[in-house]
């Protein structure tokens, strides 16, 4: 039995699991490496669109997991499953040391709020009208491509994502999207934007339009990923050494930018940690389990300007978590004060923002920071592990945060400490992260 069997399962989950018993695909696939599935045979079970689209691979079903399979579109109502090299993960620990470029907005505009960026086409906007995009492929570029289209013809070899082998796959007319396409008078750059922080991509929302646009243009297409989370855009600009070749993808360079300045000083940290009131943890909520806090700050972020009430399997499609990983940064935000559960026959367990979530999301994004710190640091294990944090000169670890967890007696034990450290540690770590920049 695989270490998914036990865990909670999506609704994407069930209906896979239906369609591979019911057409013994893993037989298929370990027969003839791939299997072929159209889309009225998934919408069998569920409508192909919500059961196709897997963004990060966090998001696969878990039968897919379990098989290391993911799926590839090649034609407008086909797909092929097997063990390809779909994904790649993108450059963190880089990322954390890439200086950020302060941008100025125009003035002028009133209908685009570079502060409150709730989707990936303002997002584009934003970057597009401070001339962040020019200033990234380094000349002037137009906003001339966006939304859907056919692909087109095009063959291509993926890798096998556990053998040294290699699929070739012919596109027929799949449809592929571009948020937005940049000409300027010697380059095209086509971008794939996200709200919110991830840890890979899905090659395919690149290379199928890079595919397309190379046929259709006379100048080199850029490819380029950008993600825009806790107001900055982090950019990842690639390159295919081998246009035939999927998984030929290498980056060339990493940038970020925010608009104007949102410097946050130790001083501004250390004096809410010296006047901050310290308020009893929820006894009712577990103890957080979400280490990455600027996933917590995104997710709160769209549900207060996006989506006002959001179910664990809506949180899993839209964000780059999986079911578990739902509830758990749901909780934590809960935790905090910031969201609310409830509970209907339509929608089962779903969320919704408190008053205290929306007065602290509305804010600017230097005082909306310092807000969700002293969220965080009024709780006692967070507050006391910071100002160790601070006494220590910035030296932290495991044991020091396992002793203050232990000492306040949360009612966990020794096992379940040591795996919730971790999230404290991350905590802290975001909020030293802001007088960084």
């Not at 057409?23 to 196709?52: C, F, P, Q, W």
């Not at 006894?283 to 709160?300: G, H, K, V, Y």
Request: charged fraction near 25%; charge should be negative; aromatic fraction near 12%.
């Amino acid at each position: 039995m695989s270490n998914n069997s036990k865990k909670e399962k999506s609704k994407n989950d069930k209906a896979w699991e239906i369609l591979f018993h019911k057409y013994n695909i893993l037989d298929e696939i370990h027969k003839n490496g791939i299997y072929k599935i159209s889309a009225t045979v998934i919408n069998e079970e569920r409508e192909a669109r919500l059961m196709t689209k897997f963004d990060h691979k966090i998001q696969l079903p878990l039968i897919f997991q379990d098989n290391h399979l993911t799926i590839q579109p090649d034609s407008r109502g086909t797909y092929i499953i097997g063990k390809f090299e779909s994904y790649k993960d993108i450059s963190k620990r880089e990322a954390e040391f890439t200086s950020i470029s302060e941008i100025p907005f125009p003035e002028y505009i009133e209908t685009l709020t570079p502060t409150n960026i709730y989707s990936e086409s303002a997002s584009i906007l934003c970057a597009y009208h401070a001339e962040i995009i020019s200033d990234l492929v380094g000349e002037e570029v137009l906003f001339t491509v966006s939304g859907r289209m056919s692909t087109g013809r095009f063959s291509y070899s993926i890798n096998n994502s556990q053998e040294d082998i290699h699929y070739e796959i012919s596109v027929e007319n799949s449809q592929c999207e571009i948020d937005g396409g940049f000409e300027g008078a010697n380059v095209f750059a086509i971008i794939e934007a996200k709200i919110g922080e991830i840890d890979d991509i899905l090659i395919r929302q690149l290379y199928y339009p890079y595919r397309l646009w190379t046929d259709k243009t006379s100048k080199p297409v850029i490819p380029i990923f950008m993600y825009y989370s806790n107001d900055i855009f982090s950019f990842y600009i690639y390159e295919f050494k081998d246009k035939f070749n999927y998984n030929s993808i290498e980056l060339v360079k990493q940038k970020r930018y925010q608009i104007g300045s949102n410097d946050i000083e130790l001083d501004d940290v250390t004096n809410i940690l010296a006047k901050v009131k310290v308020t009893p943890a929820p006894t009712e909520i577990p103890f957080p389990q979400a280490n990455i806090f600027i996933r917590i700050a995104d997710l709160l972020m769209q549900i207060h300007g996006v989506n006002p009430v959001l179910s664990k399997e809506d949180i899993a499609i839209n964000y780059a978590f999986n079911i578990r990983q739902a509830g758990y940064y749901a909780d934590a935000a809960r935790y905090l004060g910031l969201l609310q559960k409830d509970r209907n026959k339509e929608q089962g367990v779903f969320y919704s923002m408190t008053e205290k979530g929306h007065t602290i999301m509305a804010k600017t994004t230097r005082n909306r920071n310092l807000a969700l710190v002293e969220c965080i640091i009024e709780k006692e294990i967070f507050n006391k592990t910071l100002k160790t944090y601070l006494d220590e000169g910035g030296e932290l670890n495991q044991h020091l945060i396992c002793e203050i967890m232990t000492n306040e007696n949360i009612g966990l034990s020794k096992s379940t400490i040591e795996r919730r450290s971790s999230t404290v540690f991350g905590w802290v770590k975001w909020i030293m992260g802001l007088t960084q920049r």
